[in-house]
C-alpha cells in the first residue's frame, strides 16, 4: 500500500550570509499529513453526516481507517 504524503512541500529559508553578504539558502521537504489520514479524514465527514449512523467515536474513527485503506487498495490496483 503506498501511503505517500498528501500535500508535500519544501520550504526554503535563509540560513545565513556568505563572505559577501549573500543569502545562504536550505530547503526543507514538509511531508504533512499522508494519503491515508487525509482519505480518512473524508471518509469520517461522509460517515459523520450519516444521522442514521450511532457509533461511538472510536468506531467511527476505525470505519473511517478501514474506508481509507481500501481506497489505497483501489487506488493501486488501478494502475
Do not use: W
Request: hydrophobic share 40%.
Amino acid at each position: 500500500m503506498n501511503n505517500t504524503p498528501a500535500f508535500p512541500t519544501t520550504v526554503k529559508y535563509c540560513i545565513g550570509h556568505d563572505v559577501d553578504g549573500r543569502p545562504i539558502f536550505s530547503e526543507d521537504t514538509q511531508l504533512g499529513m499522508t494519503l491515508r489520514d487525509y482519505f480518512a479524514a473524508q471518509a469520517l465527514s461522509g460517515l459523520l453526516a450519516d444521522e442514521h449512523l450511532d457509533h461511538k467515536a472510536e468506531e467511527f474513527a476505525r470505519l473511517a481507517y478501514k474506508c481509507a485503506d481500501a481506497m489505497l487498495e483501489a487506488r493501486e490496483s488501478t494502475k
